[in-house]
């Protein structure tokens, strides 16, 4: 697609739900990455996959977050057994992975918010 | 990992100033972003710098990537409503790394009053 797409753009839950958030990179990025934001915050890195290379799981906050992506298409983080501090903005982000040259395009995000 | 200190966190400032951001790190990056995100969207990208000294111009806005390569600065002249939103600096030293190597700045948060 022309950009990155995020679903869904805002998603309310209860503490305790499991949730999932997808991301459908640009065609033909190669590299993907999932950040947190929470309120008035930076952006937190989560995960980073990138062709068919074991992701970068380094910065997943608990074993309660995961990711999965398929080949170079589409990806999803899910969070199991959502809590309150886990309500923040989810961006994902791809790029072409051209090295030190990379830039990333990011989506809009996902807002969740945790009751 | 790598630290980016991005200053100021807040500005706030009359329409039609000039505004300087900066960000400054411990560790040498081959390349700066800096980032612009609107309310309720992503962060886009506004300048990219890959060269050590490199000053680089979008429109009112200009971006230098430090001699050191451990710097970079984002300067907005005359400022405009329109402005209005969170700025990222964003540092790539060695790919590969966690984020392949990217670390983002907290951002400053730019306000204008009119």
């Known amino acids: 697609g022309a950009g990155v797409s995020q679903s869904p753009s805002n998603k309310v839950t209860e503490k305790g739900k499991d949730v999932e958030l997808r991301c459908d990179p640009i065609s033909g990025h190669t590299a993907l990455y999932w950040y947190r934001q929470r309120l008035g915050q930076g952006l937190e890195f989560l995960i980073y996959f990138q062709g068919n290379s074991a992701p970068d799981k380094s910065g997943l906050p608990s074993d309660r977050f995961s990711a999965e992506r398929t080949g170079e298409s589409v990806s999803t983080l899910t969070i199991q057994r959502t809590q309150q501090e886990d309500s923040a903005v989810y961006l994902c982000?791809?790029?072409?992975?051209?090295?030190?040259?990379?830039?990333?395009?990011f989506g809009a995000g996902s807002r969740l918010t945790v009751l | 990992g790598q630290q980016l200190n991005q200053s100021p966190q807040s500005m706030f400032i009359q329409e039609g100033e000039d505004v300087s951001m900066n960000c400054t790190s411990s560790s040498i990056f081959n390349t700066w972003l800096w980032y612009k995100q609107d309310p309720g969207e992503g962060p886009v990208l506004l300048i990219a710098l890959y060269k050590a000294g490199e000053l680089t111009s979008n429109g009112r806005l200009t971006a230098q990537f430090g001699i050191t390569r451990k710097d970079s600065f984002l300067n907005i002249s005359a400022s405009i409503p329109s402005d209005v939103g969170i700025y990222f600096c964003?540092?790539?030293?060695?790919?590969?790394?966690?984020?392949?190597?990217?670390?983002f700045g907290k951002g400053t948060h730019l306000i204008i009053q009119p």
């Open positions: 964003a540092g790539r030293g060695r790919t590969g790394g966690g984020a392949d190597g990217l670390t």
């Open positions: 982000a791809s790029s072409p992975h051209m090295g030190e040259a990379d830039v990333l395009t």
